[in-house]
């Protein structure tokens, strides 16, 4: 079976420091790939998506980037943290086909001080 | 372009009552998809329910129900007697069929009182 796996979990950054969130998928091939962000208290916004290596569609302007450098792994960075970049981050995946609905990673609370 | 609104933010039920949630939906596609996820404390998502545009039948799995109506463009659902591991906040979502991006209403939050 299929499993999304994030980390970390938890992570504390100052601001200005850089950041790498990293998510890999198991059990399947050629899956799409998608970055959410939870802010307190709100919904979620779709940041990045990817549907192939090297492939990333960003959907907001922002102070951060995703990478794809293999089949099933998806990275969230950023070289300089801001404050408005604290948040629950979730990695999600889909099939190539979109023969089944997202299913998410457990997300990492990163909180910026 | 395409939005998702759930106007319950809060809402609290005494244990084994009913309690339906709201979410009402905009977009222009013809074909899209519509999804409940739970969100317990812990922080993960829990896909609850995809539904197909052209799909109205309600839906009923033990103790969940949805009502989608295309007519009103709502897509709510309903829990029966209510149980304390029903707390948790709830996502409406929706999506088109390209590349299916979700799109998110702002949650409901659900505490179910024991």
């Known amino acids: 079976s299929q499993t999304i796996h994030q980390w970390p979990a938890t992570l504390v950054q100052p601001v200005g420091s850089p950041l790498s969130l990293e998510c890999t998928v198991e059990?399947?091939?050629?899956?799409?790939l998608y970055w959410y962000r939870q802010a307190a208290g709100r919904g979620l916004q779709l940041l990045f998506y990817?549907?192939?290596?090297?492939?990333i569609s960003s959907e907001v302007p922002q102070n951060l980037s995703a990478s794809r450098p293999q089949d099933r792994q998806f990275i969230l960075s950023s070289k300089k943290l801001l404050l408005s970049d604290s948040g629950f981050y979730l990695c999600?995946?889909?099939?190539?086909?979109?023969?089944?609905?997202?299913?998410f990673g457990d997300g990492t609370r990163l909180s910026i001080l | 372009a395409q939005k998702v609104t759930q106007a319950q933010t809060e809402i609290s039920v005494v244990e084994k009552e009913d309690v339906t949630l709201d979410c009402v939906y905009e977009?222009?596609?013809?074909?899209?998809?519509l999804f409940w996820y739970k969100q317990p404390p812990s922080g993960e998502l829990v896909f609850l329910i995809r539904?197909?545009?052209?799909?109205?039948q309600n839906e009923i799995s033990g103790r969940y129900s949805w009502n989608f109506q295309k007519s009103t463009s709502s897509f709510n659902f309903t829990i029966t007697a209510s149980q304390v591991v029903d707390s948790a906040v709830y996502f409406c979502?929706?999506?088109?069929?390209?590349?299916?991006?979700?799109?998110f209403g702002t949650g409901t939050r659900l505490t179910i009182i024991p």
């Open positions: 999600a995946w889909t099939g190539s086909t979109f023969d089944q609905p997202q299913h």
């Open positions: 059990g399947t091939s050629n899956p799409n």
């Open positions: 990817s549907v192939g290596i090297g492939q």
């Open positions: 977009t222009r596609d013809t074909t899209y998809y």
């Open positions: 539904r197909n545009s052209f799909d109205e």
């Open positions: 979502a929706l999506s088109g069929t390209i590349n299916e991006k979700l799109t």
